[in-house]
């Protein structure tokens, strides 16, 4: 048995998300791999 969940809620969920996506960092070629070689290290 599963609710399914309410109209609201499910706007409400598509909001963050669509606010999540746009604020997302993105990172230049340089920082993935200075990111990456610091992963190494630890």
Not at 13 to 22: Q, S, Y
Not at 29 to 34: L, Q, T
Request: charged share 35%; no cysteine.
């Amino acid at each position: 048995m599963t609710k399914t969940p309410a109209p609201s809620q499910d706007a409400a969920d598509k909001l963050v998300k669509n606010i999540r996506r746009k604020t997302r960092q993105t990172h230049s070629a340089e920082d993935k791999i200075r990111i990456d070689l610091a992963g190494y290290w630890l």
